[in-house]
């Protein structure tokens, strides 16, 4: 299965922007916000651009692995490793999302019954 033109244009877009609805927009110059969304929720459901997006993931996987097991050698050059790094994390959060960060929430509540049987007693 290969991509249509537009399909590509997308995929490349949603890589890009990471949006799925701004890159339907731009690709598809729809004028309506919602046919937008309707389309780039069917496109990223299309086998074929699916496997386009894993590819992409692979290549930032393997970046990372790179820049892992090299990072010894590439002292002399951080800022090339750090600017590789960074998109390849950066890539893989727009494939697959953001880690789910933990929040730990407390609540306490307080229950309090009043009587004003009490109150209306005394001021008889």
Same mark, same amino acid.
């Given at each position: ?5 537009? $399909?590509?244009?997308? =995929? ?8 799925? #609805?701004?890159?339907?927009?731009? #690709? ?10 309707? %389309? ?7 086998? $074929?651009?699916? *496997?386009?997006? =894993?590819?992409?993931?692979? =290549?930032?996987?393997? #970046? %990372? ?13 951080? =800022? ?19 880690? *789910? ?20 007693? #005394?001021? $008889?």
């Amino acid at each position: 299965m290969s991509l249509r033109p537009k $399909q590509k244009k997308f =995929a490349d877009k949603y890589l890009e922007l990471g949006n799925a #609805t701004e890159a339907a927009a731009q #690709t598809y110059k729809v004028k309506k916000r919602q046919t937008a969304e309707a %389309i780039g929720y069917e496109n990223l459901r299309k086998p $074929q651009i699916m *496997t386009y997006l =894993a590819l992409h993931d692979n =290549a930032a996987q393997n #970046t %990372i692995i790179e820049v892992m097991n090299n990072s010894k050698e590439l002292k002399d050059e951080p =800022a090339h490793a750090r600017v590789a790094l960074d998109s390849a994390k950066d890539v893989l959060d727009r494939l697959h999302g953001k880690a *789910t960060q933990r929040v730990e929430q407390h609540s306490t509540s307080v229950n309090l019954n009043l009587s004003l049987k009490d109150l209306t007693d #005394t001021q $008889q």
